[in-house]
Protein backbone atom coordinates (compact mmCIF):
# COMPACT_ATOMS: atom_id res chain seq x y z
CA UNK A 1 0.00 0.00 0.00
CA UNK A 2 1.13 3.30 -0.60
CA UNK A 3 0.27 6.71 1.21
CA UNK A 4 1.02 9.77 -0.20
CA UNK A 5 0.84 13.01 2.07
CA UNK A 6 2.38 15.26 -0.47
CA UNK A 7 0.36 16.19 -2.95
CA UNK A 8 -1.28 19.18 -3.84
CA UNK A 9 -4.63 20.25 -5.99
CA UNK A 10 -5.55 23.94 -6.68
CA UNK A 11 -9.65 23.62 -6.56
CA UNK A 12 -11.43 25.43 -9.69
CA UNK A 13 -12.97 27.90 -7.96
CA UNK A 14 -9.39 28.93 -5.98
CA UNK A 15 -7.88 29.50 -9.24
CA UNK A 16 -10.80 31.39 -10.51
CA UNK A 17 -11.21 33.79 -7.09
CA UNK A 18 -7.45 34.63 -6.83
CA UNK A 19 -7.67 35.56 -10.85
CA UNK A 20 -10.43 37.78 -9.95
CA UNK A 21 -9.25 39.22 -6.86
CA UNK A 22 -5.11 39.81 -7.78
CA UNK A 23 -4.03 42.55 -9.85
CA UNK A 24 -1.10 39.89 -10.61
CA UNK A 25 -2.12 36.33 -9.63
CA UNK A 26 0.68 33.57 -9.76
CA UNK A 27 0.58 31.15 -12.19
CA UNK A 28 -0.71 28.18 -11.44
CA UNK A 29 -0.34 25.70 -14.60
CA UNK A 30 -3.42 23.90 -15.70
CA UNK A 31 -2.46 20.02 -14.98
CA UNK A 32 -2.20 21.99 -11.22
CA UNK A 33 -6.04 22.23 -11.11
CA UNK A 34 -7.83 19.39 -8.97
CA UNK A 35 -8.83 16.89 -12.17
CA UNK A 36 -10.64 13.71 -10.96
CA UNK A 37 -9.97 11.85 -14.65
CA UNK A 38 -6.28 12.85 -14.31
CA UNK A 39 -5.21 12.70 -10.60
CA UNK A 40 -7.00 9.48 -10.38
CA UNK A 41 -5.89 7.89 -13.35
CA UNK A 42 -2.12 9.04 -12.15
CA UNK A 43 -2.83 7.07 -8.84
CA UNK A 44 -3.73 3.80 -10.66
CA UNK A 45 -0.98 3.97 -12.69
CA UNK A 46 1.72 4.13 -10.29
CA UNK A 47 -0.23 2.34 -7.68
CA UNK A 48 -0.88 5.12 -5.24
CA UNK A 49 -3.52 3.66 -2.91
CA UNK A 50 -4.32 7.12 -1.09
CA UNK A 51 -3.51 10.86 -1.47
CA UNK A 52 -3.46 13.32 1.28
CA UNK A 53 -4.03 17.09 -0.86
CA UNK A 54 -2.82 20.13 0.54
CA UNK A 55 -2.45 24.00 -0.76
CA UNK A 56 0.90 25.40 -1.93
CA UNK A 57 2.21 28.65 -2.55
CA UNK A 58 0.32 31.01 -2.37
CA UNK A 59 -2.34 28.87 -0.08
CA UNK A 60 -4.61 31.36 1.79
CA UNK A 61 -2.23 33.69 2.87
CA UNK A 62 -3.20 36.97 1.29
CA UNK A 63 -2.76 40.81 2.45
CA UNK A 64 -6.85 40.59 2.76
CA UNK A 65 -7.55 38.89 5.83
CA UNK A 66 -11.36 38.32 4.66
CA UNK A 67 -10.25 37.05 1.43
CA UNK A 68 -7.50 34.83 3.23
CA UNK A 69 -10.40 33.21 5.04
CA UNK A 70 -12.85 33.02 2.25
CA UNK A 71 -10.08 31.01 0.21
CA UNK A 72 -9.72 29.05 3.51
CA UNK A 73 -13.28 27.50 3.43
CA UNK A 74 -13.27 27.35 -0.10
CA UNK A 75 -10.01 25.27 -0.22
CA UNK A 76 -10.93 23.09 2.66
CA UNK A 77 -15.13 22.31 1.66
CA UNK A 78 -13.37 21.63 -2.23
CA UNK A 79 -10.99 19.30 -0.53
CA UNK A 80 -14.09 18.14 1.87
CA UNK A 81 -15.96 17.00 -1.31
CA UNK A 82 -13.32 15.32 -3.01
CA UNK A 83 -12.79 12.81 0.21
CA UNK A 84 -16.45 12.15 0.54
CA UNK A 85 -16.99 11.29 -2.88
CA UNK A 86 -13.47 8.79 -2.52
CA UNK A 87 -13.28 8.29 1.08
CA UNK A 88 -10.81 5.27 0.51
CA UNK A 89 -8.74 7.42 -1.94
CA UNK A 90 -8.54 10.84 -0.72
CA UNK A 91 -7.50 12.74 2.62
CA UNK A 92 -6.88 16.25 3.58
CA UNK A 93 -4.38 18.82 5.11
CA UNK A 94 -6.82 21.34 6.38
CA UNK A 95 -5.97 25.17 5.85
CA UNK A 96 -6.26 28.11 8.10
CA UNK A 97 -5.82 31.97 7.28
CA UNK A 98 -3.81 32.82 10.10
CA UNK A 99 -3.97 36.41 9.99
CA UNK A 100 -6.22 36.50 12.96
CA UNK A 101 -5.87 33.75 16.06
CA UNK A 102 -9.33 33.76 17.09
CA UNK A 103 -10.38 33.40 13.13
CA UNK A 104 -7.79 30.60 12.32
CA UNK A 105 -8.99 28.66 15.41
CA UNK A 106 -12.32 29.14 14.54
CA UNK A 107 -11.74 27.83 10.98
CA UNK A 108 -9.55 25.08 12.09
CA UNK A 109 -12.66 23.71 14.85
CA UNK A 110 -14.59 24.14 11.75
CA UNK A 111 -11.92 21.95 9.52
CA UNK A 112 -11.47 19.18 11.90
CA UNK A 113 -15.28 18.15 11.49
CA UNK A 114 -15.11 17.91 7.64
CA UNK A 115 -14.27 14.60 5.55
CA UNK A 116 -11.23 13.19 5.29
CA UNK A 117 -9.37 15.74 7.60
CA UNK A 118 -6.46 14.18 9.09
CA UNK A 119 -4.34 17.27 10.02
CA UNK A 120 -3.18 20.48 8.88
CA UNK A 121 -0.94 22.49 6.13
CA UNK A 122 1.14 25.36 6.68
CA UNK A 123 3.45 27.79 5.17
CA UNK A 124 6.91 28.06 6.37
CA UNK A 125 6.56 31.91 6.74
CA UNK A 126 3.23 33.43 6.87
CA UNK A 127 3.14 36.56 4.75
CA UNK A 128 6.97 36.84 5.85
CA UNK A 129 6.33 36.00 9.53
CA UNK A 130 7.90 33.56 11.43
CA UNK A 131 5.34 30.54 12.90
CA UNK A 132 6.94 31.19 16.20
CA UNK A 133 5.91 34.93 16.62
CA UNK A 134 3.65 35.95 19.41
CA UNK A 135 0.95 36.51 17.15
CA UNK A 136 0.03 33.17 16.48
CA UNK A 137 0.70 31.21 19.97
CA UNK A 138 -3.32 31.37 20.74
CA UNK A 139 -4.16 29.40 17.17
CA UNK A 140 -0.91 27.29 18.29
CA UNK A 141 -1.96 26.52 21.99
CA UNK A 142 -5.08 24.63 19.99
CA UNK A 143 -3.41 22.75 18.17
CA UNK A 144 -1.63 21.43 20.85
CA UNK A 145 -4.41 20.58 22.47
CA UNK A 146 -5.15 18.84 19.38
CA UNK A 147 -2.31 16.55 19.15
CA UNK A 148 -2.36 18.02 15.67
CA UNK A 149 0.22 16.86 12.90
CA UNK A 150 0.82 20.10 10.94
CA UNK A 151 2.47 19.67 7.27
CA UNK A 152 4.99 22.65 6.69
CA UNK A 153 5.45 23.21 3.15
CA UNK A 154 8.00 26.30 1.78
CA UNK A 155 6.16 29.38 0.81
CA UNK A 156 9.24 31.42 -0.56
CA UNK A 157 9.80 34.95 -0.59
CA UNK A 158 7.67 37.54 -1.82
CA UNK A 159 9.78 40.42 -2.53
CA UNK A 160 7.95 43.12 0.16
CA UNK A 161 8.72 40.67 2.79
CA UNK A 162 12.53 39.73 1.58
CA UNK A 163 14.52 40.35 -1.20
CA UNK A 164 17.26 37.52 -2.07
CA UNK A 165 20.30 38.74 -3.56
CA UNK A 166 19.80 39.26 -7.11
CA UNK A 167 22.23 36.21 -7.69
CA UNK A 168 20.24 33.91 -6.47
CA UNK A 169 17.62 34.63 -8.90
CA UNK A 170 20.07 33.29 -11.99
CA UNK A 171 19.24 29.73 -13.04
CA UNK A 172 15.68 29.80 -10.88
CA UNK A 173 18.02 29.13 -8.07
CA UNK A 174 15.59 31.02 -5.60
CA UNK A 175 13.40 27.90 -5.97
CA UNK A 176 16.04 25.05 -6.75
CA UNK A 177 17.68 25.83 -3.24
CA UNK A 178 15.89 28.52 -1.65
CA UNK A 179 12.73 27.09 -1.13
CA UNK A 180 13.96 23.60 0.61
CA UNK A 181 16.31 26.48 2.66
CA UNK A 182 12.82 27.97 3.42
CA UNK A 183 11.55 24.99 5.22
CA UNK A 184 15.01 24.49 7.04
CA UNK A 185 15.17 27.69 8.23
CA UNK A 186 11.59 27.41 9.89
CA UNK A 187 11.98 24.31 11.71
CA UNK A 188 15.60 25.26 12.60
CA UNK A 189 14.22 28.60 14.21
CA UNK A 190 11.38 26.65 15.87
CA UNK A 191 13.64 24.02 17.33
CA UNK A 192 16.18 26.21 18.54
CA UNK A 193 13.40 28.86 20.34
CA UNK A 194 11.92 26.01 22.46
CA UNK A 195 8.70 25.94 20.33
CA UNK A 196 8.31 22.48 20.89
CA UNK A 197 8.73 23.17 25.18
CA UNK A 198 6.00 24.94 24.89
CA UNK A 199 3.69 22.89 22.54
CA UNK A 200 5.13 19.32 22.91
CA UNK A 201 2.39 17.56 21.60
CA UNK A 202 2.81 18.97 18.30
CA UNK A 203 4.00 16.54 15.33
CA UNK A 204 5.16 18.94 12.33
CA UNK A 205 6.21 17.26 8.87
CA UNK A 206 8.95 18.97 6.98
CA UNK A 207 8.76 18.84 3.08
CA UNK A 208 11.21 17.56 0.71
CA UNK A 209 13.04 15.57 3.21
CA UNK A 210 13.72 18.43 5.20
CA UNK A 211 15.77 20.44 3.28
CA UNK A 212 18.70 20.23 4.45
CA UNK A 213 18.45 19.71 7.92
CA UNK A 214 19.63 15.85 7.55
CA UNK A 215 23.26 17.68 6.58
CA UNK A 216 23.23 20.40 9.04
CA UNK A 217 21.85 18.48 12.06
CA UNK A 218 25.03 18.44 13.31
CA UNK A 219 26.26 21.81 12.83
CA UNK A 220 22.68 23.10 14.59
CA UNK A 221 23.49 21.84 17.57
CA UNK A 222 26.18 24.58 18.19
CA UNK A 223 23.03 27.00 18.16
CA UNK A 224 21.90 25.04 21.61
CA UNK A 225 24.18 27.64 23.37
CA UNK A 226 22.26 30.52 21.21
CA UNK A 227 18.57 29.33 21.86
CA UNK A 228 16.06 29.11 24.06
CA UNK A 229 14.91 25.57 24.27
CA UNK A 230 15.22 22.63 27.18
CA UNK A 231 17.36 20.66 24.95
CA UNK A 232 19.36 19.87 22.02
CA UNK A 233 18.12 20.13 18.43
CA UNK A 234 18.86 16.65 17.92
CA UNK A 235 16.30 15.93 20.34
CA UNK A 236 13.21 17.34 18.90
CA UNK A 237 14.62 16.55 15.51
CA UNK A 238 13.85 12.97 16.54
CA UNK A 239 10.95 13.64 18.48
CA UNK A 240 8.39 16.07 17.23
CA UNK A 241 9.91 15.99 13.29
CA UNK A 242 8.91 14.06 10.68
CA UNK A 243 10.30 14.09 7.14
CA UNK A 244 8.44 13.03 3.62
CA UNK A 245 10.52 11.33 0.79
CA UNK A 246 9.19 14.44 -1.69
CA UNK A 247 12.28 15.50 -3.58
CA UNK A 248 13.47 15.79 -6.58
CA UNK A 249 16.02 13.50 -4.29
CA UNK A 250 18.35 10.50 -3.87
CA UNK A 251 17.72 7.15 -2.20
CA UNK A 252 20.86 7.74 -0.58
CA UNK A 253 19.25 10.89 0.63
CA UNK A 254 16.51 8.99 2.07
CA UNK A 255 19.09 5.97 3.19
CA UNK A 256 20.36 9.16 4.98
CA UNK A 257 17.26 10.59 7.36
CA UNK A 258 16.34 6.90 8.10
CA UNK A 259 19.81 6.46 9.64
CA UNK A 260 19.74 9.47 11.72
CA UNK A 261 15.88 10.05 12.68
CA UNK A 262 15.25 6.40 12.73
CA UNK A 263 12.62 4.53 10.53
CA UNK A 264 9.06 6.07 12.24
CA UNK A 265 10.10 9.22 11.12
CA UNK A 266 9.76 9.13 7.14
CA UNK A 267 6.46 9.72 5.01
CA UNK A 268 5.91 8.90 1.81
CA UNK A 269 5.50 12.01 -0.32
CA UNK A 270 5.51 12.93 -3.83
CA UNK A 271 5.01 16.76 -4.33
CA UNK A 272 2.79 15.21 -7.33
CA UNK A 273 1.52 17.25 -9.37
CA UNK A 274 4.68 19.57 -9.88
CA UNK A 275 7.18 17.91 -11.98
CA UNK A 276 5.09 16.18 -14.07
CA UNK A 277 6.32 16.38 -17.52
CA UNK A 278 10.05 17.28 -16.95
CA UNK A 279 12.22 15.38 -18.22
CA UNK A 280 12.96 12.00 -17.19
CA UNK A 281 11.07 10.46 -14.25
CA UNK A 282 8.29 12.86 -13.26
CA UNK A 283 8.04 13.40 -9.31
CA UNK A 284 5.21 10.25 -8.29
CA UNK A 285 7.39 7.85 -10.30
CA UNK A 286 11.15 9.40 -8.89
CA UNK A 287 9.56 9.43 -5.16
CA UNK A 288 8.45 5.63 -5.29
CA UNK A 289 11.70 4.49 -7.55
CA UNK A 290 13.56 6.25 -4.84
CA UNK A 291 12.25 3.91 -1.80
CA UNK A 292 12.64 0.81 -3.98
CA UNK A 293 16.22 1.50 -4.57
CA UNK A 294 17.01 2.34 -0.88
CA UNK A 295 19.37 -0.03 0.96
CA UNK A 296 16.14 -0.63 3.22
CA UNK A 297 14.94 -3.74 4.14
CA UNK A 298 11.21 -4.43 2.80
CA UNK A 299 9.66 -4.35 6.10
CA UNK A 300 11.38 -0.42 6.34
CA UNK A 301 9.83 0.78 2.70
CA UNK A 302 6.52 -0.58 3.92
CA UNK A 303 6.43 1.76 6.73
CA UNK A 304 7.34 4.56 4.72
CA UNK A 305 4.82 3.47 2.16
CA UNK A 306 1.82 3.44 4.29
CA UNK A 307 2.40 1.71 7.96
CA UNK A 308 3.53 5.05 9.39
CA UNK A 309 1.20 7.52 7.71
CA UNK A 310 -1.51 5.29 9.06
CA UNK A 311 -0.04 5.28 12.07
CA UNK A 312 0.58 9.06 12.71
CA UNK A 313 -2.36 10.28 10.41
CA UNK A 314 -4.89 7.61 12.17
CA UNK A 315 -5.98 6.52 8.90
Not at 96 to 120: Q, W
Not at 171 to 200: C, E, K, M, N, Q
Not at 240 to 255: Q, S
Amino acid sequence: MKIDIHTHAFPEQYVAAIKRKLPSPPELRPHWTWNPDVFLGEMDQWAVDVKVLSMSAPSVYFDDPSFSLDMSHLSNDAYAEICSRWPDRFKMFASVPMGDADVSCRELERAKTLPGYVGLALGSNILGKMLDEPAFGAFFTMADAMKAVIFIHPMGYRAEEFELPEPWKAYRLHHLIGWPLDTTFAISRLVLGGFFDRYPNLQLIAAHVGGAIPYLSERLERGFQEGRAKNKPSYYFRRNILYDTAGPTHPAIIDCAVKIYGIDRILFGTDYPFGTGQEGMQYMEKAIWNVDHSELSASDREKIFSGNSRKILVM
